[in-house]
Nanobody, 118 residues
Framework: QVQLVESGGGLVQAGGSLRLSCAASGSILSFRAMGWYRQAPGKQRELVADITMLGGMINYADSVKGRFTISRENAKNTVYLQMNNLQPEDTAVYYC???????????WGQGTQVTVSS
């Protein structure tokens, strides 16, 4: 059973920062990649950032490039998303995603709310 548990969401003012965590139930090396997606009201789910587990290759959405940083800590089976200079447009539910190496199955966390006030 794969479990992904997000934490760290909350309410901040524009310009503030939050750090999201996604803890996996097992070794994140069993995944090819992990990432963060978000869904804002009235909008489609979109990729925020992802990172490969072995090589650490990173991809960011243009809208967050330069403000957000994704990282992994293999020993803690955790992926992080450091979000700086948050803007109201970043308000969304943020979901952790993982792709299993074995069969490319996708797994999702429960989501954590990020709200940025102006």
């Amino acid at each position: 059973q794969v479990q992904l548990v997000e934490s760290g969401g909350g309410l901040v003012q524009a310009g503030g920062s939050l750090r999201l965590s996604c803890a996996a139930s097992g070794s994140i090396l069993s995944f090819r990649a992990m990432g963060w997606y978000r869904q804002a009201p009235g909008k489609q789910r979109e990729l925020v950032a992802d990172i490969t587990m072995l090589g650490g290759m990173i991809n960011y959405a243009d809208s967050v490039k330069g403000r957000f940083t994704i990282s992994r800590e293999n020993a803690k089976n955790t992926v992080y998303l450091q979000m700086n200079n948050l803007q109201p447009e970043d308000t969304a539910v943020y979901y952790c995603n993982a792709i299993r190496r074995l069969d490319q199955s996708n797994y999702w966390g429960q989501g954590t709310q990020v709200t940025v006030s102006s």
